[in-house]
């Protein structure tokens, strides 16, 4: 086989899936390989891999640059394609062919090695992945998208027992403040088609726009939803502030200025975001709640 996977990717997957992960990860060359003589491409480069997928540059029959994402389907991704599809390049990576059944993406070629991470500047950044976001929750959700009021509405029945594994009073309160914010919201879930993992290291460099955001998880649901991922990416650009809670402020403020939003419909939906990775942190065996989401969720108070 041409194509060889980094153990990095094998490793990530039997840390999460054990041993199907394993078999996963082995059958991938494979996986590529029906792909590439299917859709007609050529191998174009060293593959690249995240937590899940196995991303191999290529170029189409015609000469156009591509990149084949190969990944498991699963509720987050099964929804990538149809998202890209709904937003046909607007503000995000272009789609330009997909196999649901195997969650296969071909995809626009980006500058894989050139994210906004890498502008110096952090309002400027922030200003970029603003613009960005306002776009794409322009569009509202097409049919089958996951929905934020279902999510939203279980995580409040899973927060009892989260709560009775936490020993610290701190966390316990923390977790039942950001849900009884949730509680407030989740009759009022909206429709936008929400990427909801908007940060630094998925916009990327591109050629047909400066900048395009990658690896979305679409769901239909609240802008105020989709924030989160900015406002604790880059954490040591708000350490260096001098003042977290202002440092955090500043970044929520601007980009609900930039979207046009609801303060505070938009603080407690980021206490959502607080709550959903509280919960995955109490079903993953910790005991405590992670700090800068904590101090996160200090700051957004402050709009409620």
């Known amino acids: ?7 990095a990717l094998t490793e990530s997957h039997v840390k999460y899936d054990g041993e199907a992960g394993r078999a996963w990860s082995a059958g991938l060359p494979a996986l590529g390989e029906r792909y590439l003589a299917e859709w007609g491409l050529r191998l174009d480069g060293e593959p690249r891999h995240g937590v899940v997928s196995l991303v191999l540059p ?43 059944e195997t969650g296969t993406l071909l ?24 613009e960005l976001l306002r776009r794409l929750v322009a569009y509202p959700a097409p049919e089958g998208m996951r929905r934020l009021g279902d999510i939203a509405q279980a995580m409040l ?24 914010a949730v509680a407030e919201l ?9 990427h909801w993992d908007l940060h630094y290291e998925n916009v990327l460099a591109a050629d047909r ?17 989709d924030l989160w ?21 500043r970044r929520f403020d601007f980009m609900v200025d930039g979207l046009g939003l609801d303060s505070q419909r938009a603080a407690g939906w980021t ?34």
């Open 209 to 225: 726009e400066p900048w395009l955001a990658i690896d979305p998880k679409p769901l239909a649901g609240d802008p105020g939803f």
């Open 271 to 304: 206490l959502g975001r607080v709550l959903q990775n509280g919960l995955w942190d109490v079903e993953d065996g910790e005991s405590e709640l992670n700090e800068i989401q904590l101090a996160v969720a200090e700051a957004v108070r402050h709009r409620l």
């Open 157 to 180: 029945e899973d927060v009892d027992e989260a709560v009775a594994k936490l020993p610290r009073e701190r966390d316990r309160h923390w977790l039942k403040y950001c849900a009884g």
């Open 229 to 249: 991922p900015a406002l604790d990416n880059r954490w040591d650009d708000v350490v260096a502030t001098g003042d977290v809670t202002r440092g955090v402020l």
């Open 58 to 100: 290529v170029v189409r029959e015609d000469g156009t640059k591509a990149a084949l994402k190969l990944q498991p389907v699963t509720d987050e991704n099964a929804t990538e394609g149809p998202g890209l599809r709904t937003w046909a390049g607007d503000g995000s990576v272009l789609l330009l062919d997909s196999a649901p």
């Open 186 to 194: 989740v009759s009022e879930p909206g429709d936008r088609l929400l």
């Open 107 to 130: 995809l626009e070629r980006l500058e894989a090695d050139r994210s906004l991470a890498d502008v110096p500047d952090d309002l400027e950044a922030l200003g970029i992945l603003t």
């Open 1 to 7: 086989m041409r194509i060889k996977v980094p153990e």
